[in-house]
């Protein structure tokens, strides 16, 4: 059976950047830690580090938050799902504590944003499987938990999120496009962070941007399979798909900027991939020996499971020792080497250089085809935006 997911949308009268701060704010006031802070993406774990890992019974939740808009207006979009990889059945009891504690934390997000509301706040979407749906309308149905989340909740049928092979459809004026759950999180992934700058396009197209990444974003949680897009959002997605792929045809650093003293710090994220797997690698291994020994107990493999954790902040500043850092993506021109920080990527900004970096992409057909019109003014590439070095 699949667990719910709790989804939101919401918009607000404030800039992206003093959005993303109040949820942030709020979801550590509710006990959760910051994993991942980027423009236009949260990600945030609320449980203990050995439960939440080892732990079949900790109710941790892990919460995604995309964070979009112009420089007057956001969208908020939010999910929070249980954060266990493996579904083991959970008895009803457990169900329904893991559900109020997701309207709790989504009630606490929607009150630190209220007064910068742009309307009233409609109630969360509950996404339900098939499987688990009798599931989840008996547990609705006891007295103690809808008295909880009484005119909070509106239940969806949904899929299971999508995978990275699974294949999803979006359509324009000139037709349909098929593209995997990789391609599309890409896509989503860079038009969240161009988003969550606010101004990094001309008002127009940065508008359609957020657009655009409301309309997709149910795609990724498996609520539909195709949507059809007007033809200035599939500008935006045709724009957005560019970028992604410039990106990642480059040597991809990420600059986490510490939020207390704003030092810079330059990570390789495939490094930190690889250190990870190797730390997994060696303490399965570990435990695997722990439990063959002819004197393996409970105790003696819980507690090399134990010393297999790690224990230490995913990021500490080398200057001040904070531990809260903000992610500013960058990739290294192959031409001259220079670390590229610009939000929309086109020429290399090195005046001794200007390397046409979309040139890396190699196909230059668009995702979406647009039909011609008359009186129209032609599709803007990355080369016509100007977004400064952040």
Partial sequence: MQRARLAADRRLAIAPAAAQERI????????????????????????????????????????????????????????????????????????????????????????????????????????????????????????????????????????????????????????????????????????????????????????????????????????????????????????????????????VRWIMRCQDCRFDKIVNPEYGRIAKRNHRLRNAIGIGAAAIMPFATVATVGARVATGLTFEPDYVCPRCQGLDADEVRAGICPHCGQLRKEVILGRCRNEKCRHDLAGLIGDPRPLLPLEPTVNTHPERTDHDHTAAPQ
């Fill in 24 to 251: 942030r704010t709020a979801l550590r006031a509710m006990g959760s830690r910051i994993v991942r802070a980027a423009p236009g993406t949260i990600e945030a774990l609320r449980g203990g580090r050995i439960r939440s890992v080892v732990g079949a019974t900790d109710r941790a939740l892990h919460t995604t938050v995309t964070v979009v808009g112009t420089a007057t207006a956001s969208r908020i979009l939010m999910i929070t799902r249980p954060a266990q990889v493996v579904d083991l059945n959970a008895s009803p009891a457990v169900l329904a504590a893991e559900l109020t504690d997701m309207v709790t934390l989504q009630q606490a997000c929607d009150d630190a944003v209220r007064p910068g509301a742009a309307r009233p706040f409609g109630p969360a979407l509950l996404l339900i499987t098939d499987d688990s749906r009798a599931a989840y309308l008996a547990l609705l149905a006891q007295q103690q938990v809808s008295s909880r989340v009484r005119g909070q909740l509106r239940l969806m049928p949904a899929r299971p999120p999508l995978t990275g092979t699974e294949t999803v459809t979006l359509t324009s004026s000139g037709g349909p496009a098929p593209l995997t759950g990789h391609r599309l999180g890409g896509l989503i992934d860079t038009a969240a962070y161009i988003g969550g700058h606010g101004t990094a396009l001309p008002p127009a197209d940065q508008a359609a941007l957020t657009e655009l990444t409301v309309a997709c974003w149910p795609l990724l949680h498996g609520v539909h399979t195709g949507v059809r897009l007007a033809d200035d959002l599939a500008r935006a997605a045709n724009l957005a798909d560019r970028q992604a792929r410039i990106r990642s045809a480059l040597a």
